[in-house]
């Protein structure tokens, strides 16, 4: 067996091979993303909607504004004003892929849109001196809505007359899809028992120890360094860059050491808000979610509601007794 410069063995399996990030992790030496220190970084926080439904009717920020330390308010009233008009964006990161590129599709997302559809919408973003200057910056916004209708499960949604979330997706339906194998009706037909109900789950969040977090560095001509807890970086310098209306080249992101993400990192959170208050600014900006913003504000595992039948085949075996041989299950979207 061949051993590398470090004295590790070159062949593992059947071995207990340390982690190679083990010993710095155990001793504290790791640096996550809120350990990054940028000289001349300003903190951001963002305003987020209480509202489930709602149309943002004024955001007075003039308050927030005269704060000391307070550097930017970005909201849907001057947001077009100092970054241009963003288009909307896949915060999975997956509308580069499209048949079409970057071609909208019901349900993309606006960044601090005059819309808001859930609990925990960010409405403004600001950035500041001072983590603390941020957050009081945050308290002194005043925030209208007109309140709009809401809906908070999918029968509700797909119910005949139920408001619209998105006006490109009629019935609250984002997409559909189908998929057949093997002749079901048949099998259904055939079959010894069949076995039909509606099961649900709830929402699931992954809870992970790192709160989320990014920070951006605005780089000369325009461009942007982005750190953040990602698992799929590639994918988000594509949305990003196409957000902000930057070139691929202009875009870099890092994903240095992860304290745990479970999926959670496969979307953009955080980073769209620093990217715009960066860019805005021209200064590192670093934003970081409490523990309740990463409740409301990051992907979860979402709920389901699923409609199925199985059929059960008997087999018989000998000398004569018979034991279930099999399930076939023909789940059917909701709907």
């Not at 590192?284 to 990051?298: A, C, I, N, Q, Y």
Request: charged share 20%.
């Amino acid at each position: 067996m061949s051993m590398e410069d470090d004295g590790l063995p070159r062949v593992a399996v059947g071995r207990s091979v340390p982690r190679v990030d083990a010993p710095a992790k155990v001793t504290g030496a790791t640096r996550y993303v809120d350990d990054l220190h940028l000289p001349g970084m300003l903190y951001a926080r963002l305003a987020r909607s209480p509202e489930a439904h709602a149309r943002v009717a004024a955001v007075d920020d003039a308050a927030a504004r005269q704060l000391p330390g307070v550097v930017a308010v970005l909201s849907s009233v001057n947001l077009a004003e100092r970054l241009g008009t963003l288009p909307p964006y896949d915060p999975a990161c997956h509308d580069f892929e499209r048949a079409s590129p970057y071609a909208p599709e019901p349900g993309d997302f606006r960044l601090l849109s005059d819309v808001v559809r859930y609990v925990g919408e960010p409405v403004a973003a600001v950035a500041a001196e001072t983590d603390a200057a941020a957050r009081q910056a945050v308290a002194a916004l005043d925030v209208e809505y007109q309140r709009l209708p809401a809906v908070v499960d999918v029968d509700q949604a797909v119910a005949d007359g139920a408001p619209l979330l998105h006006a490109d997706a009629p019935g609250n339906r984002a997409s559909r899809a189908e998929v057949v194998a093997g002749d079901v009706d048949r099998a259904l037909a055939a079959a010894a028992a069949v076995v039909e109900g509606r099961f649900t789950t709830s929402k699931q969040k992954q809870a992970q120890l790192e709160p989320t977090c990014c920070v951006v560095e605005p780089a000369a001509g325009g461009g942007v360094t982005v750190w953040g807890p990602l698992q799929s970086p590639h994918r988000a310098r594509h949305t990003l860059a196409h957000l902000f209306g930057l070139r691929l080249s202009q875009v870099r992101v890092v994903a240095p050491a992860i304290g745990g993400v479970f999926g959670k990192g496969d979307a953009l959170t955080a980073e769209p808000y620093a990217v715009a208050l960066a860019l805005a600014t021209g200064r590192p900006v670093k934003l970081r979610f409490s523990r309740t913003e990463d409740f409301v504000g990051t992907e979860s595992r979402h709920p389901a509601s699923v409609r199925a039948s199985q059929r059960v085949r008997i087999a018989t075996l000998p000398p004569g007794g018979t034991v279930p041989a099999g399930i076939i299950g023909n789940p059917r979207k909701p709907g």
